[in-house]
């Protein structure tokens, strides 16, 4: 039987915290000590402390404080420490520097290249973005080309375009394009009539044409006169033209008139054909011709001599 008037009353006391899964609010718990009942309480404005400050990359580290008050007394609890999320500032990037680079690869083909860098001052890092990598973050454009000529440079307009951390960056920049240079042929000789000069003649393909002159050509002997030849010559030039040197020379060139008229000198018949003296006519002379004739007919006939 229940006696009336001796219940004792509830006596609660703070049994456990749970947290939103946000953070948004925190609940407590209270159950009674006889463990028949229990109630909750909701902070839902729980007070954010900053533990770490945010960076350009890392959202800020935070804790979170819940309260309830219950018979006259407060209760707290703290979170774990977590990310605040979204808090992170993003880079605060310094003017952008560009970096424009071009290499001809093949007459009138070029390969260009543009570097993006920027560096922040917060978090003390740089950053570099190109149009040349496996995944290029700089789109290269060129807007109009102006072809270079064999005299005149031409250029080459472009646009660079980059978008990084949600900004967009561009540049403009003009390429200048080498002139091709001329591409002379030749040369082509010409001598003046008395060979005291000559001219070697360049054209180049676009229609240039240059000239340089010998003013001092040089003669080599080819042969020399005789009593009955006359002498044989030849006429040489030389210029230098784009620090290079070019000779040239004539064919033979016979001078008219210029044979000496002299005879030839007759050998002696009575010459020794073993050694080539003569040993008169005494009779030791004759002596030795005839032993020297024997020797001679000898060395030939045993292919000696």
């Not at 310094?94 to 993006?116: C, H, K, M, N, Y």
């Not at 040369?187 to 002159?213: H, I, L, M, N």
């Not at 006429?235 to 210029?258: H, Q, W």
């Not at 044979?259 to 009575?270: D, L, Q, R, S, V």
């Amino acid at each position: 039987m229940t006696i009336p008037g001796t219940a004792t009353g509830h006596s609660y006391g703070l049994t456990d915290w749970s947290w939103a899964e946000d953070y948004s609010s925190a609940m407590a718990t209270f159950t009674c000590e006889m463990e028949d009942d229990s109630f909750t309480m909701i902070d839902s404005e729980p007070v954010k402390e900053i533990v770490d400050e945010a960076g350009c990359l890392t959202d800020a580290n935070v804790t979170y404080t819940a309260t309830v008050a219950y018979d006259g007394k407060e209760y707290s609890t703290v979170s774990e420490v977590v990310p605040d999320a979204g808090t992170a500032t993003g880079h605060s990037y310094d003017a952008p520097e560009w970096d424009w680079r071009q290499t001809e690869v093949a007459p009138g083909r070029f390969d260009r290249s543009v570097i993006l860098s920027l560096y922040c001052p917060v978090c003390h890092n740089s950053y570099v973005y190109t149009n040349r990598s496996e995944h290029p973050a700089v789109t290269l454009t060129v807007n109009s080309q102006t072809a270079p000529t064999h005299t005149e440079t031409g250029e080459a307009v472009c646009t660079a375009t980059a978008v990084i951390d949600g900004t967009t960056y561009t540049e403009n920049h003009t390429f200048v394009l080498p002139a091709a240079g001329h591409d002379y042929q030749g040369p082509v000789w010409e001598w003046a009539d008395d060979y005291s000069s000559v001219t070697a003649r360049f054209s180049c393909t676009c229609g240039d044409k240059q000239a340089v002159t010998c003013n001092k050509t040089t003669i080599s002997v080819t042969s020399e006169a005789t009593a009955t030849t006359d002498k044989v010559i030849r006429y040489n030039g030389s210029v230098t033209f784009n620090g290079k040197k070019y000779t040239v020379s004539t064919d033979d060139i016979t001078l008219p008139g210029t044979a000496t008229g002299e005879p030839e000198p007759e050998t002696p018949e009575n010459l020794c054909k073993y050694c080539g003296q003569d040993h008169g006519t005494s009779f030791g002379g004759r002596i030795v011709a005839f032993f020297h004739s024997i020797l001679y007919f000898f060395a030939h006939l045993f292919g000696k001599k």
